[in-house]
């Protein structure tokens, strides 16, 4: 972690919690930050049904709302779809983008890529995500895997938006497994993730998270390498107590 780019922690709840619950989660956690003198950017990603209750909740706090996904469109014919306006008017800060799950589910490159920009031209904050299968890393391809992703996604995001953008690495066979890439394998990756964004941003400046069953007590040395800027937290921040854990260990 350098010290010229703040830490980012962020939690994605998935499909999990009601709006009363985040209400409550919220309440929690915020006892555990206080007034933000961590001196670490900390954000949750509640489901769509959660998302405003969680901003209202988190309003006035250090606290940090993202959205788990967002369509490119900003209106239409799209059920089940989310757009960039309805985010801003929810009262969220911004969005994940590209999660593997989504990825998994058939969202394309090309997707990615259109949904990136809508959500940075609403003025949303966004964590655009990339990875690997266990297939894909076991035949050698992974630098060429972010490579494409990481290409198709930043093509065309403006160096001036570095500020607006953080991009989560978050190795497909690490999420939910309880496997953890060592620090040494999350580092390579991350640091192969900020050459390949520099070719669109500032590499310096461009936050680079690691997710993957990260826990209180992996995140500590993972937050030690040079070119990881913070987390991606999934199962490990469902409760309020354990992630405030990894927050402290940024």
């Not at 994605?12 to 006892?31: D, F, P, S």
């Not at 996904?69 to 779809?81: D, F, L, M, N, P």
């Not at 999420?175 to 990756?189: F, L, N, V, Y």
Request: net charge negative.
């Amino acid at each position: 972690m350098s010290a010229q780019r703040r830490p980012l922690v962020a939690g994605n709840w998935k499909m999990n919690k009601t709006g009363v619950e985040a209400r409550e989660y919220v309440a929690r956690l915020v006892a555990h930050l206080g007034n933000g003198e961590l001196g670490v950017d900390v954000a949750v990603c509640p489901p769509f049904t959660a998302l405003e209750a969680t901003a209202r909740a988190a309003s006035g706090s250090p606290l940090k709302v993202l959205a788990q996904a967002v369509h490119e469109a900003a209106s239409g014919a799209h059920t089940g779809e989310v757009a960039a306006p309805m985010i801003v008017a929810a009262g969220a800060d911004g969005t994940l983008v590209g999660h593997s799950e989504r990825r998994a589910a058939g969202e394309t490159d090309a997707q990615v890529a259109a949904r990136v920009r809508a959500a940075l031209d609403a003025g949303l904050f966004v964590v655009l995500c990339v990875g690997e299968s266990l297939e894909q890393r076991e035949a050698g391809e992974t630098e060429t895997w972010l490579t494409a992703q990481l290409r198709a996604a930043l093509a065309g995001v403006r160096a001036d938006e570095v500020a607006s953008l953080a991009i989560a690495y978050e190795p497909i066979w690490a999420i939910g497994t309880g496997r953890t890439a060592t620090p040494s394998i999350a580092q390579e990756a991350c640091a192969h993730v900020r050459t390949v964004a520099g070719e669109f941003l500032d590499a310096q400046a461009v936050r680079v998270l690691y997710g993957g069953s990260v826990t209180p007590d992996t995140a500590g040395a993972l937050m030690a390498q040079p070119d990881i800027d913070g987390t991606l937290v999934g199962g490990a921040s469902l409760d309020p107590d354990a992630f405030a854990s990894i927050v402290r260990a940024s």
